[in-house]
């Protein structure tokens, strides 16, 4: 039992890496909300893509929350085990094994809301006009994700799985010890991925 789960786990691990997995990694302390303006450029370039992209499913699929003077960017985590996944019964929501990110069928979802009660991130949004539920799709077929382009304050990052954990690391410990932290950079040679 225990020698299966092991070689469950470095099977992932492997088809991991040769994917060269890509997440999108958020820095809400770099977020300011666009200055606080109405206007978001994340939001404002998401929705642009998606249009073009979806059509009438258009909605961006990132959030910016507010509480005082600070900002929260709210986007999916592509989680590896989905609940989204699990909750779906028309199969609108499905992995794609090829880029490893969940994507949706719009046109099989039946705005039945699961997938958004059952997201432990807050990221799926309930389209009600439309019937429709939106997710983010990690821009699969792009360079690099339009919200990730869009924001010049640094707070969203196209990174790749394999750094995820270092690059999380980093931001824990620069909260923790600030300026008193050294880092070897040359350690880091992810080139964003
Ligand atoms: S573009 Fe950047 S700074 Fe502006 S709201 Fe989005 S994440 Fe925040
Ligand atoms: S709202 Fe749509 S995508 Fe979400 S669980 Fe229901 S059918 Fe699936
Ligand atoms: S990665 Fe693409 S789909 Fe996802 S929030 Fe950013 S722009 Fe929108």
């Known amino acids: ?26 820095y809400p302390s770099k977020c300011d909300g666009c200055e606080g303006q109405e206007y978001k450029s994340c939001v404002q370039a998401c929705e642009t893509h998606m249009k073009e992209k979806y059509g009438k499913y ?22 590896e085990e989905a609940p989204c996944v699990d909750a779906c019964m028309p199969g609108a929501r499905y992995r794609d094994n090829e880029n490893g990110w969940t994507l949706t069928n719009y046109k099989k979802c039946v705005g039945c ?21 939106s997710k983010c799709d990690g821009c699969i077929d792009e360079e690099t994700p339009k919200c990730v382009e869009a924001c010049k304050k640094g707070a969203l990052k196209k990174i790749g799985i394999r750094n995820y954990s270092y690059e999380r690391r980093l931001m824990i410990a620069n909260k923790l010890y600030g300026p008193h932290l050294k880092i070897n950079y040359n350690r880091y040679k992810s080139n964003n991925r």
């Open 1 to 26: 039992m225990e020698k299966n789960m092991k070689s469950i786990k470095l099977t992932n691990l492997k088809e991991d890496l040769k994917k060269n997995q890509i997440e999108i990694m958020l």
């Open 58 to 79: 258009n909605t961006a699929r990132i959030n910016i929350k507010s509480k005082g003077n600070k900002f929260f960017p709210i986007l999916c985590h592509n989680c």
């Open 113 to 133: 809301w699961m997938c958004v009660m059952v997201c432990p991130f807050g990221a799926i949004e309930r389209v009600g006009k439309d019937h429709y539920a």
